[in-house]
């Protein structure tokens, strides 16, 4: 392994810092939107499950980042355990907080699924738009540009 791939910055820490900078505006959302209804509680189970989204992203490039860098059999490892470990510490930090006074169930829920369904289909969006715009330019590179004379045609019997 060389220097230059170890100390390369992977696509997964820039999504995970693209996802940090809309959970900026995300986040301040779905946590308004909980205190509204659930006042202080409210705001206190939503900001701890929004910080929870944030950092179960960016351990989750973390891990990616650094199995990458390994063998594609790594990353298929890190990929699964990183998972199950992710899943099980959220599992550790919440099950001894749903007994505390100001832990409310629904705004937690709200903000912990908001937040990972909002984000992940942002960045998904994100993600399919620029491969489509990386897609576009090999093939407008490499001269083969859509034309009606090399567009597939339906041949009279499928009519």
Known sequence: MTNAVVGARGPERAMAA??????????????????????????????????????????????????????????????????????????????????VSWFEAVPFGIALIGGHLGLLSWESQRVVASLAASDAAAKAAAGHEPSPSNLPTRSESEC
């Open 18 to 99: 693209d996802m940090a900078r809309l959970g900026l505006i995300l986040g301040p959302v779905l946590v308004a939107i909980c205190t509204i209804f659930w006042r202080f509680d409210g705001f206190l189970s939503s900001v701890l499950a929004f910080a929870l989204v944030l950092g179960n992203f960016t351990l989750g490039a973390l891990i990616i980042d650094r199995a990458a860098a390994i063998s594609p059999t790594a990353l298929t490892g890190a990929v699964l355990g990183g998972f199950v470990v992710r899943l099980l510490l959220l599992t550790v930090i919440v099950v001894p907080l749903r007994n």
